[in-house]
């Protein structure tokens, strides 16, 4: 099985800030990543898919990056309404694996 | 807008299963395919397997092998994921989400773009 890694796995910011969160795959994926937000209490919403493709209805607040191994889920100006766990999610062989999530919360 | 719609949350004791539904409206149910994903407690998301609604076909996540089984029923638009011989450790929210995919040939993508709002599953004797 392909193991996505996260980090950090959780982090504490103001709004405005810049946050990036990475993922790291444990061999190549080439681009096949997807990056999830899970708020409390709800389902999980898709942010960007093909690891740099924007969700449609998402804020452009939100960028994803990144190729191989190694990715990138950025966000350009934290929000209130941003408080959340963030997961990445590989598509490149099953079994499909998330990663194992980044708590963020605001300062 | 397209949406997914799970039935009611569902207690059992170990060594029984329990059957989650899935009903999708608003798309064309046949053009996607249905993804399961769960969440215990305290723990992150973990993907079950997913089914092509237009030929069947499934791929189950290998620790669920042998206890799992996913269908759809097309002229409902419902998908189904029944769980057997459950276990304690199977206490979880269980979520439906529709797979958005394409495979040709060099390139293919997988997202799980519309989301069920999830029903919960209590194991416990």
């Known amino acids: 099985d392909i193991q996505m890694t996260q980090s950090p796995s959780s982090l504490s910011a103001s709004v405005g800030d810049r946050v990036t969160i990475t993922c790291q795959a444990s061999?190549?994926?080439?681009?096949?990543l997807n990056w999830y937000q899970h708020q409390a209490g709800k389902a999980p919403k898709l942010l960007i898919y093909?690891?740099?493709n924007l969700e449609t209805g998402v804020s452009s607040r939100f960028s994803g990056s990144g190729s191989g191994t190694d990715f990138t889920l950025t966000i350009s100006s934290l929000q209130p309404e941003d408080l959340a766990t963030y997961y990445c999610q590989q598509y490149a062989n099953v079994p499909w694996t998330f990663g194992q999530g980044t708590r963020v919360d605001i300062k | 807008q397209a949406q997914l719609v799970q039935s009611d949350a569902e207690v059992r004791k170990p060594g029984a299963s329990v059957r989650v539904s899935c009903k999708a409206s608003?798309?064309?149910?046949?053009?996607?395919?249905i993804s399961w994903v769960r969440q215990a407690p305290g723990q992150g998301l973990e993907w079950m397997g997913w089914i092509s609604v237009n030929n069947g076909d499934t791929n189950y996540a290998q620790k669920l092998q042998g206890r799992v089984t996913m269908t759809t029923d097309t002229s409902t638009g419902t998908a189904y994921m029944e769980l057997r011989s459950l276990k304690s450790d199977d206490t979880a929210v269980y979520y439906c989400?529709?797979?958005?995919?394409?495979?040709?040939?060099?390139?293919?993508?997988?997202?799980?773009?519309?989301w069920g709002q999830g029903t919960t599953v209590t194991v416990s004797s």
């Open positions: 061999q190549d994926i080439i681009n096949s």
């Open positions: 608003d798309y064309t149910f046949s053009s996607y395919g």
């Open positions: 093909d690891a740099s």
């Open positions: 989400a529709r797979v958005n995919w394409a495979d040709l040939l060099g390139y293919n993508y997988y997202y799980m773009d519309v």
